[in-house]
């Protein structure tokens, strides 16, 4: 049997976080059942988003976030021991999946392409929502032209700092 450690939301943040909103839980995995796989975290996200989004959480349950995972058990054809994914899972140190996406707040499930030979981690940063966010919100809206100048705010964030590198690879002045 396979023990999992989670984060339980126990209050809503009001303020700064405090040790109390939260609380370590540890709970026992069943056996693994045909079709289903077991991961283990690899990376955790901690997202600026999480603060607004938890508040919609009702209180006990498994505090929001998605993580890369490697698959440690597998009963699964498609998912072979080894093979990292990113899903939405939460904060918890393993997970029982059928390699659908979980329910309820949710980013996806996809594998993690073992041919990228940067750390896994960027799959929840410049290669995960936070990039695509970047990529696709300026390049696609904002349709930036060389020589324009762009002002990037300090409080942008893992957005943001992507947006400034993508406005300079297109010839804009980034502020």
């Not at 939260?22 to 709970?27: A, G, N, S």
């Not at 289903?36 to 999480?50: G, H, I, K, N």
């Not at 440690?72 to 994914?85: H, Q, R």
Request: proline share 6%; hydrophobic share 40%.
């Amino acid at each position: 049997m396979v023990k999992a450690r989670k984060y339980v939301l126990r209050s809503h943040f009001s303020g700064v976080p405090k040790r109390e909103d939260l609380e370590i839980v540890e709970e026992e995995l069943p056996p693994l059942k045909d079709g289903e796989f077991l991961c283990e975290a690899q990376w955790l996200s901690v997202d600026p988003y999480m603060r607004g989004a938890s508040a919609n959480l009702p209180l006990g349950s498994t505090m929001l976030g998605a993580q890369v995972a490697k698959v440690t058990e597998s009963k699964n054809k498609d998912y072979a021991v080894g093979d990292l994914i990113m899903a939405s899972f939460g904060w918890r140190t393993h997970t029982i999946s059928d390699g659908t996406p979980p329910p309820g707040f949710s980013f996806g499930f996809s594998k993690v392409d073992p041919s990228i030979t940067l750390s896994s981690s960027t799959a929840l940063g410049i290669l995960g929502m936070p990039g695509a966010t970047a990529y696709f919100g300026f390049l696609e809206i904002c349709k930036p032209k060389a020589g324009e100048t762009v002002v990037v705010t300090g409080a942008a964030g893992a957005v943001g700092s992507a947006v400034g590198q993508i406005a300079k690879i297109k010839g804009c002045r980034v502020v």
